[in-house]
């Protein structure tokens, strides 16, 4: 029965067509023996008939052109926001130099304002490295049937 579980996930990615030829050659086998899997992939088929069509429908009603993102603009971008990076810890480093070089500035300031950037920078750190580590996974794998 466990491996079933790898069956139900070619199930999904076969409706997605998204399987290795291998994967297909596995699943083909399988089909022939199986008739809950033939059945489960009739159904995930009709379902997702469904969903494209409505969400044809909705994308037509709203008139929404989905993003396609090239290799290029996703370069750009990446580039962006490498020099907004750079630039924002600039200042970021130009700022807290003075802020914490400042005699007139009490300590209990500067002691607060370190509790605040650290907890920031603790808090974006723990939300780039999720970010990060969720890359390459397979979804398919992740969904609990
Ligand atoms: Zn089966």
Do not use: N, W
């Not at 008139?63 to 924002?88: D, K, N, Q, Y």
């Not at 500067?110 to 605040?116: G, N, P």
Request: net charge positive.
């Amino acid at each position: 029965m466990s491996d079933h579980r790898v069956f139900e996930t070619l199930l999904m990615k076969a409706v997605d067509d998204r399987l290795t030829p291998a994967d297909r050659a596995l699943l083909a086998g399988h089909l022939d023996r199986c008739a809950r899997c033939r059945e489960e992939l009739a159904d995930f088929r009709r379902i997702k008939g469904r969903t494209d069509a409505l969400r044809e429908r909705i994308m037509r009603d709203a008139m929404i052109i989905p993003p396609r993102e090239g290799r290029g603009r996703r370069r750009l971008v990446l580039v962006a926001t490498g020099l907004l990076a750079a630039g924002l810890l600039s200042l970021l480093g130009v700022a807290a130099h003075e802020f914490f070089t400042d005699g007139e500035v009490p300590l209990i300031v500067k002691v607060s304002v370190s509790l605040l950037a650290g907890g920031t920078a603790l808090l974006a750190g723990l939300a780039v490295g999720q970010r990060l580590r969720g890359r390459g996974r397979d979804p398919y794998q992740e969904i609990d049937l």
